[in-house]
C-alpha cells in the first residue's frame, strides 16, 4: 500500500528557512521520480519540485525556481524539499507523491503545514 508522511513543517518569517522530508513507502522507490506539490487555501494543489528516479534532473515552477531544492535519499526512501527565501504566497500544505510532472498515485499523505507570516 502506497504511503507518504510529511514532515518539517511550521511558522517562518518572511526570508527564513525550511527544509521538509518525506518518508514513502509501497512501491518501488528507487525507480520512482518524486515530487512535491503545496496546496494553499482555496486553491488547486501545485507541483512545486520534482526530481527523477536516476537524479539526473529536476523539475521547478517559475514561481521557486532558485528557493528551492528538491534532493532524495534511496537508502532511506526520503525526498527532502529544502526551501529558502521563503515568502506569504508560499504559505500552503505541502505534500510528496511520485512523478516529475504529475502525481503518480491518488493516495496522499497528511501533509505538513507551512506559514510563513511575521
Known amino acids: 500500500q502506497v504511503h507518504f508522511v510529511e514532515s518539517g513543517g511550521g511558522l517562518v518569517q518572511p526570508g527564513g528557512s525550511l527544509k521538509l522530508s518525506c518518508a514513502a513507502s509501497?512501491?518501488?522507490?528507487?525507480?520512482?521520480?518524486m515530487s512535491w506539490y503545496r496546496q494553499a487555501p482555496g486553491k488547486e494543489r501545485e507541483l512545486v519540485a520534482a526530481?527523477?528516479?536516476?537524479?539526473?534532473?529536476?523539475n521547478y515552477p517559475t514561481s521557486v525556481k532558485g528557493r528551492f531544492t528538491i534532493s532524495r535519499d534511496d537508502f532511506r526512501n526520503t525526498v527532502d524539499l529544502e526551501m529558502n527565501s521563503l515568502q506569504p504566497e508560499d504559505t500552503a500544505v505541502y505534500y510528496c507523491?511520485?512523478?516529475?510532472?504529475?502525481?503518480?498515485?491518488?493516495?496522499w499523505g497528511q501533509g505538513t503545514q507551512v506559514t510563513v507570516s511575521s
Open positions: 507523491n511520485a512523478g516529475f510532472y504529475s502525481a503518480l498515485y491518488d493516495t
Open positions: 509501497g512501491f518501488d522507490f528507487r525507480s520512482a521520480s
Open positions: 526530481i527523477r528516479f536516476d537524479r539526473r534532473g529536476t
